[in-house]
């Protein structure tokens, strides 16, 4: 071996890289800097498309009542954190094309550095989330209950709303089985109003105290840290199942309400009770509920499983996708207004046990605004993950009550934020900046970014003229009396019942609901291992309802228990409570047409621009991308699930050479050639599986008759592609073709 050729070639670089001049050839920078001002970018420019002037953005880089438009970086030049402009930014300052990095490499050391610490803390609850901004309108309904300004008639408040879920991680699915978040930031004249709530309208413990117990409960075993986003395992059933006072949530989340179809589905609610004042000084309680315009509807729980594999961002997608395509997603505001009285009870409910529920049918919700979501996040990180609530964000007109699980949250909001965050300025982070004047005198802290004026700031003070001042028209403490009492760690005697409510529940419910009710506790329990838990929670079925415990445990293989609680009264349904029933707008509902290409897209653009006219969105899926007959195929048979789609409308579809399927497509035992595309059939079988609408004109109707399901209820065999439409919208006005479920439970 030559010992000396390396060393040459040491010496070579060495000499190539220090001949003043030299760079590596074809690097950027490489020619002749020039110092003229402006310089010309090294790199041609990016198209920038519809780039809003920076002066035009408000405070939460939102448009007022208009899509957000602004996408693109500004800016021609890349510079360090400092403004240096940079002439290289791919390669690091080494000693040598093929030597070691100086660690004065100042512009590595500051991307890496910056890049090693883009992730903050994800949020110990609720994780998982997405974001959008929008509109909020007064409808002045609530004027004579409320003096807050934002409620009053005609009144506009730009809103920035998260959904999440809430036990799995930030990378978890989107469709498990869980609570969602629900929480509005009102950005109001008066202060920042946060409605921090959830889509179901109880909650698992009457005491903040014990959030962590049913957290820890909740989210995964800390030994292997699985399941991830999932109720069904051992600690969070043998939580609930000691703790009755869950057992409301708890039949919630069992219900259809713990897999929604979207966040666009999804009712909200403030959960707590809440005293309102007027101007007039007259005091009332409140509960808030956002109502969808598109009605509440959920997942089929296959569907959910299927789309937490195929598309585990399914509802971030719909939200973004939605607003996208100008359907915006859209709620009312409501109120459910009580009397203000001594012991803040209504029709015998304890307004302050968070585990209760005010039938709709007692204290109808009166709506008082309309919520429209028009405004897609700029920036992810900045938006969505830094976004912070707090039930403290109240504006005059607005406070809270005695609830202790509404007090103890009040603790819990700011301080949360003080590690997530990074510091107690987070509210000086655009998304969190209050859009009324702020004039505090909060100083110093990490991440400080404003330039306090002034000397003085502590009050009272001559040296800065005395400001700031306070005003009699500020928010309001509403003066409650409170009770002489003696200081005790208990609850009042009515927050002792945990099953009125429950029953109350699962009486209201359809008998489809019912069934899935019992599958998934049946599904849930049945995925832990301790027999003892199974056996307790069967218990408190049976202290529910006696159908609902005998279903359960026979699918469990466990005795029936006799209920170890009386039955005290019997409770009256509350309908309000069933998704199923009524009818809705089928507005930005997706309408997947399958095509076959072949046959030519005769009247396939009719029925686009019809399904546009209807208020929905339509997606051409054919066997392959591109553009035929000049319509843009938006899915292909590799790409389309039924799980994307609200219905299915067939146009046709090619009988496929069997050998050009991927074998997984080609069934065992399928005959040969097969006259549809097995993945056509995969398609509307699951669509009819999930009790879909389902329509078919021409070669469609041949497509559907050779899947056996032609005559079947909501699938429609029409003579044109107008007819199927027509005869699909009453269909998805009531959300699913729930005939084809026959029920089994009564
Ligand atoms: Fe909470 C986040 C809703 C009880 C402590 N909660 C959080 C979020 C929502 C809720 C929607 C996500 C906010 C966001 O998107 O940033 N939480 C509720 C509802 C409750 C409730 C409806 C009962 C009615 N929460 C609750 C209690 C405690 C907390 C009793 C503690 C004592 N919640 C928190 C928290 C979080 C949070 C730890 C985590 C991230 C954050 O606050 O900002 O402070």
Redesign the pocket.
């Known amino acids: 071996m030559d010992a000396s050729k390396p060393v040459k070639k040491i010496k070579d670089a060495v000499e190539k890289v220090t001949t003043p001049g030299d760079r590596i050839p074809g690097s950027p920078g490489s020619g002749t800097p020039t110092l003229d001002e402006p310089t010309t970018p090294i790199e041609p420019l990016p198209p920038k498309s519809e780039q809003d002037a920076p002066e035009t953005v408000t405070p939460t880089g939102a448009a007022t009542g208009a899509p957000k438009i602004s996408k693109s970086q500004q800016g021609a030049y890349l510079t360090t954190s400092q403004g240096a402009r940079l002439r290289d930014t791919d390669h690091s300052l080494k000693a040598g094309p093929r030597g070691p990095i100086l660690l004065q490499d100042h512009h590595f050391r500051e991307k890496i550095t910056h890049f090693d610490h883009e992730r903050i803390p994800e949020?110990?609850?609720?994780a998982r989330?997405a974001?959008a901004h929008g509109l909020f309108t007064a409808y002045g309904t609530a004027t004579d209950v409320t003096k807050a300004g934002f409620l009053a008639k005609g009144k506009q408040t730009q809103v920035f709303v998260?959904f999440?879920t809430?036990l799995g991680s930030r990378g978890s699915a989107d469709t498990v089985r869980d609570t969602r978040?629900?929480?509005t930031k009102f950005y109001t004249d008066e202060g920042t109003f946060d409605l921090?709530?959830?889509n179901i309208p109880v909650?698992f413990?009457q005491d903040?105290?014990k959030?962590p117990d049913i957290i820890h409960a909740g989210k995964w075993h800390p030994d292997r840290e699985i399941p991830q986003a999932q109720s069904a395992h051992d600690t969070f059933w043998d939580f609930v199942s000691l703790h009755t006072e869950a057992q409301h949530h708890t039949m919630w989340n069992m219900s259809d309400r713990g897999i929604p179809r979207s966040y666009r589905h999804m009712e909200g609610?403030?959960?707590?009770t809440f005293r309102l004042i007027n101007e007039a000084g007259a005091t009332v309680l409140a509960k808030f509920h956002w109502k969808p315009k598109l009605g509440v509807h959920s997942l089929d729980w296959e569907e959910a499983q299927i789309a937490g594999g195929v598309d585990p961002d399914f509802h971030r997608r719909d939200l973004y996708d939605s607003i996208e395509a100008g359907a915006f997603p859209e709620w009312e505001l409501g109120l459910q207004v009580f009397p203000d009285t001594e012991d803040e009870t209504f029709a015998g409910i304890d307004l302050l046990d968070?585990t209760k529920i005010v039938p709709e049918e007692l204290a109808p919700v009166q709506p008082v605004g309309r919520l429209v979501l028009n405004g897609v996040p700029t920036n992810f990180h900045a938006e969505v993950e830094q976004?912070?609530?707090?039930l403290g964000h109240l504006p005059p007109g607005i406070d809270v009550t005695n609830d202790p699980?509404?007090q103890?949250?009040l603790?819990?909001?700011v301080?949360?934020?003080l590690t997530?965050l990074g510091g107690p300025n987070f509210s000086q982070i655009p998304i969190n900046r209050p859009h009324a004047p702020v004039n505090d005198m909060l100083r110093d802290g990490l991440h400080q970014h404003a330039v306090h004026g002034g000397v003085a700031p502590y009050r009272p003070n001559s040296l800065d003229g005395g400001n700031p001042f306070t005003t009699d028209t500020g928010f309001v403490d509403i003066p409650v009396r409170v009770a002489e009492s003696t200081k005790v760690r208990e609850n009042p005697v009515s927050f002792d019942d945990h099953y009125s409510q429950v029953r109350l529940f699962w009486r209201s419910m359809s008998p489809v609901e019912k069934e899935h009710i019992v599958r998934a506790y049946t599904f849930e329990l049945a995925k832990c291992y301790e027999q003892a838990i199974k056996e307790r929670q069967v218990q408190c079925l049976a202290n529910i309802d006696p159908v609902l415990c005998e279903q359960v445990a026979t699918g469990l293989g466990l005795p029936v228990p006799a209920p170890t609680v009386p039955f005290d009264a019997e409770v009256e349904p509350s309908p309000a409570l069933s998704q199923i029933g009524g009818e809705w707008p089928a507005d930005g509902r997706l309408i997947g047409i399958v095509v076959d290409p072949a046959a030519g897209l005769d009247g396939v653009d009719e029925v686009r621009t019809a399904v546009f006219a209807a208020g929905m969105v339509p997606l051409v899926i054919a066997p392959h991308g591109g553009v035929v007959d000049g319509v843009t195929v938006q899915r292909t048979f590799a790409t389309a699930r039924s799980i994307e789609f609200d219905a299915i409308l067939l146009a046709g579809a090619p009988a496929p050479a069997t050998d050009a399927l991927p074998a997984r497509d080609a069934k065992a035992g399928a005959p040969s050639s097969p006259a549809v595309d097995p993945r056509v059939t995969l398609l509307i079988e699951e669509a009819w599986r999930h009790a879909k609408a389902i329509g078919a004109w021409g070669a469609g109707v041949t497509v559907l008759e050779q899947t056996g399901l032609a005559g079947t209820p909501g699938v429609i065999a029409a003579d044109s592609a107008a007819t199927a439409l027509t005869e699909l919208q009453p269909l998805l006005a009531k959300h699913r073709v729930w005939q084809r479920f026959p029920a089994t439970v009564a």
């Open positions: 949020r110990v609850v609720h989330g974001g998260r999440s809430v978040g629900f929480a921090v709530g959830n909650f413990i903040a105290i959030f609610f403030g959960v707590h968070p976004v912070a609530f707090h699980l509404l103890g949250r603790f819990s909001y301080d949360t934020q997530r």
